[in-house]
């Protein structure tokens, strides 16, 4: 079984201590060294806005400093790694308020982004009302979050978005956005086991049109996605694909020590190169955290 060269990881680390964000580097130390995980929630906060959002470049290819679902999201995302205290639950409850504030009824959910978000240096895709094809993404992922948290922080509409994301994946999605696939993962995670059967048929028909295997290429998850750890729930089906995924992630690191994004903004080029140093912490810190998962790290 191949594993990271020790020297190799020895370069990683040092990635992380030396060019990564301060987040990631908290993330990072929290997740390998026993860092203090309010170490992880004081970084967040130079992401939050007074209104409980998100933004200022959380998500790195959106540079905007308003708040947005987008990154809100990615922030209990990265909460709910963290073990229960009082400072990460504040603020959870804070974007949560802020999720719930910025509700639409026409909608029945939220825009991914706000329209501010076109007056700040971004990637391409991300222009205001671009996602809107495509509701379960954020709308899944956040129902999953307000279920996550419906003891703590009750939120009125849960049944009625719930209901919603329900609908929309049975009868009105296309199955064919990886990243809509994505936060519908989430969310069966937090269903009750009816809920998840009644999905079941769908959510593996997503799977098959969105993940990418062997030799494919293009637009579409790769397997390591959806199963990042022997003990997730769909390790068992990509079994056969599993050991070479794990030596692409191997090989696919950089002489620098760290991953790099595969993609570019193709405009604002300045803006880019910090977004895209700004990823490879973040990517660095997925590749240690799956290939330790899977014991290929030394």
Not at 162 to 184: I, N, P, V, W
Not at 261 to 289: D, S, V
Request: charged share 25%; hydrophobic share 35%; aromatic share 12%.
């Amino acid at each position: 079984m191949k594993t990271l060269d020790k020297q190799r990881y020895e370069e990683a680390i040092t990635y992380m201590k030396e060019k990564a964000r301060p987040l990631e580097r908290a993330i990072y130390e929290h997740s390998f060294e026993g860092g203090a995980a309010e170490a992880v929630v004081r970084e967040l906060l130079t992401f939050q806005n007074p209104d409980g959002g998100f933004g200022h470049g959380l998500e790195p290819d959106l540079r905007t400093p308003h708040s947005s679902a987008l990154a809100t999201t990615n922030t209990l995302a990265i909460l709910k790694n963290l073990p229960s205290h009082e400072e990460a639950l504040k603020m959870a409850h804070q974007a949560l308020g802020f999720l719930a504030d910025t509700y639409q009824a026409d909608r029945v959910g939220w825009e991914i982004i706000p329209k501010e978000a076109e007056e700040a240096p971004r990637a391409v895709w991300w222009t205001y009302n671009g996602f809107d094809a495509y509701w379960g993404n954020p709308n899944a992922d956040i129902v999953a979050y307000f279920i996550a948290y419906q003891t703590t922080f009750p939120y009125e509409r849960l049944e009625t978005v719930k209901r919603q994301a329900l609908h929309y994946l049975l009868h009105e999605s296309e199955l064919t956005e990886m990243h809509e696939m994505l936060c519908y993962l989430n969310l069966n995670e937090r269903l009750s086991e009816q809920e998840q059967l009644a999905i079941q048929h769908k959510l593996l028909q997503f799977l098959d049109q969105c993940v990418m295997t062997g030799e494919q290429q293009g637009y579409g998850a790769r397997p390591l996605q959806v199963a990042d750890s022997p003990n997730s729930r769909y390790a068992a089906r990509y079994a056969a694909h599993l050991p070479d995924e794990l030596n692409k992630l191997i090989d696919e690191q950089g002489e620098d020590g760290a991953w790099s994004p595969n993609w570019t903004w193709h405009q604002y080029e300045q803006e880019w190169e910090q977004a895209r140093e700004e990823w490879k912490g973040i990517l660095t810190l997925q590749a240690l955290r799956t290939l330790q998962a899977y014991h290929r790290l030394p």
